[in-house]
């Protein structure tokens, strides 16, 4: 399994202003993930976070709100950019620790955002 | 996109009960997996179904993959307080379930 840590662990946020959250991995690892969990929801895939080159979003979320990084293949960011209260979530990163397309995921334990 | 429908929403047990919730799914799945998230905390693989038929267990946790590999159950036997939390079911295509919150009263 994958030790991962997420940072930071809660934020309250300004209107308007952009937090970026950090991933950090104990191994490599090839598929990185982001999600996002309203209050009281499920989990919703915002996009994976490809090693070198741009992230593939799903539908409903786009680069500029939420720009992602992956320099390597043990850490990611997410940045929540010109947040709004509707912004105010879990969010999560992980991690396919077999690389073998099975979906089965190790998570972070997620950084919780207010945004006031 | 693919939808998957889990039941129920929520339950409140008493604590020694078994439990039984379920996900279908709105077309075929190869993967069938199952979650447990505790507040505060990131989902954590429980289970992991690879095919159609197939039963597995976890210690009192037991899961099958439906044989028109559109649907799973999961069932907790002897629930303890500990087991309280939220259960999502998922498919390989990292879609979610909207979950089932357990309360176990001791």
């Known amino acids: 399994s994958a030790v991962i840590s997420q940072k930071p662990s809660r934020d309250i946020c300004q209107r308007g202003t952009s937090l970026t959250i950090q991933c950090q991995v104990d191994?490599?690892?090839?598929?990185m993930f982001w999600y996002r969990q309203q209050p009281g929801q499920s989990l919703t895939l915002i996009a994976t976070?490809?090693?070198?080159?741009?992230?593939?979003?799903e539908s409903g979320f786009v680069i500029d709100k939420f720009p992602i990084s992956r320099p390597n293949l043990t850490f990611s960011t997410l940045t929540v950019s010109n947040m709004s209260p509707e912004d105010s979530s879990i969010y999560l990163c992980s991690v396919e620790w077999s690389g073998s397309g099975t979906g089965e995921l190790f998570f972070g334990e997620g950084s919780r955002l207010t945004v006031l | 996109g693919q939808q998957l429908n889990q039941s129920p929403q929520s339950m409140f047990i008493q604590e020694g009960e078994d439990v039984s919730m379920n996900c279908t799914s709105s077309s075929i799945f190869n993967t069938w997996l199952w979650y447990k998230q505790e507040p505060g905390e990131g989902p954590v693989l429980l289970i992991a179904?690879?095919?159609?038929?197939e039963l597995t267990s976890n210690g009192r946790l037991t899961a099958q993959f439906g044989i028109t590999r559109k649907d799973s159950f999961l069932n907790i036997s002897a629930s303890i307080p500990s087991d309280v939390g939220i259960y999502f079911c998922a498919g390989q295509d990292l879609i979610f379930g909207k979950g089932t919150k357990l309360s176990v009263k001791p």
């Open positions: 976070a490809n090693q070198g080159s741009e992230a593939t979003y």
């Open positions: 191994s490599q690892v090839t598929m």
């Open positions: 179904l690879y095919k159609a038929g």
